[in-house]
C-alpha cells in the first residue's frame, strides 16, 4: 500500500515539477518521494529475497538459498539482513552437511571397530575429522580404536618375535635368540613370556659354549695322546675339569688320558 501511494504521488510531483519547475519547493518534493520510494522498494525487495531464502532454508535447500541470497545483495550490496542471513545459511548448510557425513562415518566406524578392522576405522574417522568440525563421539572412538590397534600390532609382533626365538633356540642359535630377545625385552619390559624365554635362550646359550669348549678340549687332547704328548694332554683335561669340574666327558677322557700316560712296566 506504502508503495503505491509513494509511486502515486511520484507521479503527480513529477507532472507538477514539469508544470512549475522554477518551483524549488515542488523539486525537494519530488526528490524526497523518489527517495522514499527507493527506500521502500529496497526494503520490499530485501523482505521478498528474506522469505525466500528462509523457506529453502527450511525445507534443506541451502545452495539455493544461498544463491538468493547472493543474487539479492548484487542489487543491494552491504544489506545488513541480506549479509546475515546469507552467514546464516552458509553456517547451517556447513552443519547439515558435518551430520550428514557424521551419520555415515560413526556407525561405519563402530563396524569396523567391532571387526577389528582398526586402520580403516581410523581412516574412516580421520577422513570425517579432516573436513568436518570434531565431534566428541567420534574422538572417543578414535582413542579406543587407536588403543586396541596398537595392542593388537603388540600382540601381533610379540607372536612373531617369539616364534623366530623359539625357531632359534631349536637350531641351535642361542646366542643370536639372546640377542632378539634382549631387543624385544628393552621395548616390551613388562611381558612374562618374553623374560621367561630370554632366560631360556641364555640358559641354553651358557650350554652351548660350554658343550664347545669341551669339545674343544676333547679335540686337543686327543691330539696330544695321538703325539705321545700325554702330559700336556692332561693338562688340557685339568684344565677343562676346573671350569666344568661335573662334566662327565672331561672326566672320562682324564681317566683314560692319566691310564696311558702311566709308564709301561
Known sequence: MRHRRLSDAVQVLEQLDREFHEITAVRDLLSYAR???????????????????????????FDRAIDTLKDALRSYPGDDALSNLLQSAVSGKTEWERQKALAEALPASQALVARQRYQE??????????????????????????????????????????GEARGLIEQGRASTATRLLHDA????????????????????????????????????????????Q???????????????PHDIALMELGSRTAMVSLPTL
Open 35 to 61: 527517495e522514499e520510494l527507493a527506500t521502500t522498494q529496497r526494503r520490499e525487495a530485501v523482505t521478498r529475497s528474506s522469505e525466500a531464502a528462509r523457506a529453502l532454508l527450511e525445507s534443506q535447500e
Open 121 to 162: 576405522a581410523l581412516a574412516c574417522i580421520d577422513a570425517f575429522q579432516s573436513r568436518h568440525a570434531p565431534d566428541q563421539a567420534l574422538s572417543d572412538l578414535r582413542k579406543r580404536a587407536q588403543t586396541e590397534w596398537d595392542l593388537q600390532q603388540r600382540i601381533d609382533a610379540m607372536g612373531r618375535i617369539l
Open 185 to 228: 625385552t628393552a621395548r616390551y619390559p613388562e611381558d612374562p613370556q618374553l623374560a621367561a624365554l630370554l632366560e631360556l635362550a641364555e640358559t641354553k646359550l651358557v650350554e652351548q659354549k660350554r658343550a664347545e669348549a669341551v669339545q674343544q678340549a676333547v679335540g686337543q687332547a686327543a691330539s696330544f695322546t695321538e703325539m705321545f
Open 230 to 244: 700325554f702330559d700336556r694332554a692332561v693338562d688340557v683335561v685339568e684344565e677343562g675339569l676346573k671350569k666344568y
